[in-house]
Structures are given as C-alpha cells and as structure tokens.
C-alpha cells in the first residue's frame, strides 16, 4: 500500500512563502511521476505542478508558473513544492499525487492519471 502524507502548510500574509513536503511510502519512490493539485472551496480540484521520475522534467500551471518550484529527493522519497510571492487567490487544500504510468508533458495535468492521493495540506493565504 502506497501511503502520501503531505506537511508544511500554513497561515501566511500575501508576498510570503512556504514550502510543502509529501513523503511517499509502501513502494519504490522512483517510479512514480508526482504531481501536486490544489482545491479551493467550492471549486474543483486543479494542477498545481509535477515532476519527472528523475526530477529532470517539470510542468506548472500558468496561475503559478515563475512563483512555484517542483522538486524531488530520490533518496528521502519526498516530493516538495516551494511556494514564493503567494497571492490569496493561491488559498486552498493541497494534495500531491503519485503516477505509475510515466512522464506524458501534457497529460501531467489530468487526476486520473494518478493512482494515489495524500490527504491534503491547508495552505491559507491572507491579505
């Protein structure tokens, strides 16, 4: 059983930034793309970013894209999602996501590609 535990969200002003954490574990790390969405209330669950099995690949949404960085440590089986210059509008549950099938650029954005979910990690940002 493949188990994701996300960590280190939080409460912070607009301009901040925080960095999320999700450990993987129960399978080998490596052969899973990871992705991170997010849900606001009252809205559908959205791509955030993933991350290449070897790290060497990344796609990002346009709504984050030059503020967030994807990044990947093989060796803790952790995924990390650096978040800078954080806007209200980037409030919400975020999930990170496991993907067996392999690196597809466009696809990356798709839920139903990946098999496994973590529970989620409130991130509020406050104006």
């Known amino acids: 059983q493949v188990q994701l535990v996300e960590s280190g969200g939080g409460l912070v002003q607009a301009g901040g930034s925080l960095r999320l954490s999700c450990a993987v574990s129960g399978r080998t790390f490596s052969v899973y793309v990871m992705g991170w969405f997010r849900q606001a209330p009252g809205k559908e669950r959205e791509f955030v970013s993933a991350i290449s099995r070897g790290g060497v690949n990344t796609h990002y949404a346009d709504s984050v894209k030059g503020r967030f960085t994807i990044s990947r440590d093989n060796a803790k089986n952790t995924v990390y999602l650096q978040m800078n210059s954080l806007k209200p509008e980037d409030t919400a549950v975020y999930y990170c996501?496991?993907?067996?099938?392999?690196?597809?650029?466009?696809?990356?954005?798709?839920?139903?590609?990946?098999?496994?979910w973590g529970q989620g990690t409130q991130v509020t940002v406050s104006s």
């Open positions: 996501a496991a993907d067996r099938t392999g690196w597809n650029y466009e696809n990356q954005r798709e839920r139903r590609l990946y098999d496994y």
